[in-house]
């Protein structure tokens, strides 16, 4: 039974890549999955990981009995998800994923109301920029933004993603405001790290579609470090409307190139591709398809 236990243990050391994550997933001690994996080889009588002071890895033994490990477990989550399907009152532990700006937001506002209607959830929200795997993570509902990958996961579309081109008056003022993207290339043009379009910037005008790549004295893995410095003056930036909407309503950013269209996204909700939907999940999921609006989001209604 020792060995039973230690089973979600085990898999999340592999899927996180070290103790001290898994212990942060987990909620419980470093030194407390350190022994529970060492109980486990002692039971098994083989060594499972390789450790050093940089990283740990996989014995042969160890990846044989990895791949039955995470079987038994994704078969003892659906077990889980079954009976809580049958469940009256959703309950238990809900792990969110979302994108850093976009989770702080949008969706971090709806969580204390949702909790207070269901106070038998308890949720675990991890916000990243990073792209982080659904299944391995071990995540219940993860928000995603653009193009979605072909896998197994369920995708809920939330709303449309427009982008805007974007300056302070300030910094327009001092340097002039560019009318064609050709002129860009004389702007300091501030880049978002994760920016799934690549390195170019693409705009469909008058004359077709135009790119450019752009430059610039900063770039930066988080859109409120370049919300910041667009409000700073510090330059141009491509920005999604759910962050820069508000400061273009009041006038401290102005929208740049309006005859030239960005590429559209949308925001998604996605699932794990389950026999069946936990009752925790299912009322999140319409929480979110309830504040978020398919065709105009709110922050796109000024």
């Not at 990895?66 to 889980?80: C, I």
């Not at 450019?212 to 770039?219: A, D, K, S, T």
């Not at 939907?277 to 709110?298: G, N, Q, S, W």
Request: charged share 20%; net charge neutral.
């Amino acid at each position: 039974m020792e060995s039973f236990s230690a089973i979600p243990v085990f898999v999340a050391v592999v899927e996180c890549g070290s103790f001290s994550l898994a212990s942060e997933q987990l909620g419980v001690t470093k030194s407390a999955v350190s022994k529970r994996i060492s109980q486990l080889e002692a039971k098994l009588g083989v060594q499972l990981l390789h450790r050093t002071t940089r990283k740990l890895s996989l014995t042969e033994a160890g990846e044989r009995y990895f791949d039955y490990a995470r079987n038994a477990l994704t078969l003892a989550n659906e077990g889980e998800d079954a009976i809580s399907e049958l469940q009256d009152r959703p309950r238990g532990r809900l792990r969110v994923n979302a994108p850093m700006a976009f989770g702080r937001l949008h969706i971090a506002p709806l969580i204390p109301d949702f909790l207070r209607e269901h106070p038998q959830i308890e949720i675990d929200m991890m916000m990243d920029d990073k792209v982080v795997d659904l299944v391995g993570g071990s995540f219940d509902i993860a928000i995603r933004i653009g193009k979605l990958p072909d896998s197994s996961l369920i995708a809920r579309r939330l709303a449309p993603c427009h982008s805007v081109l974007c300056a302070s008056p300030a910094y327009l003022q001092r340097l002039g405001t560019p009318e064609k993207p050709a002129q860009l290339v004389s702007h300091n043009c501030l880049y978002y790290s994760y920016f799934q379009g690549g390195t170019e910037w693409r705009f469909n005008g008058p004359e077709g579609l135009e790119s450019l790549v752009p430059r610039g004295n900063y770039r930066v893995n988080n859109s409120e470090a370049l919300l910041e410095a667009l409000l700073a003056g510090l330059g141009i930036c491509q920005m999604p409307t759910f962050i820069v909407g508000p400061a273009i309503a009041d006038g401290r950013l102005v929208a740049l190139l309006p005859e030239y269209r960005l590429p559209q996204h949308a925001i998604y909700a996605m699932l794990p591709g389950r026999k069946h939907i936990p009752a925790k999940i299912r009322v999140f999921l319409d929480c979110l398809l309830t504040h978020f609006d398919e065709t105009l989001p709110y922050w796109d209604c000024h």
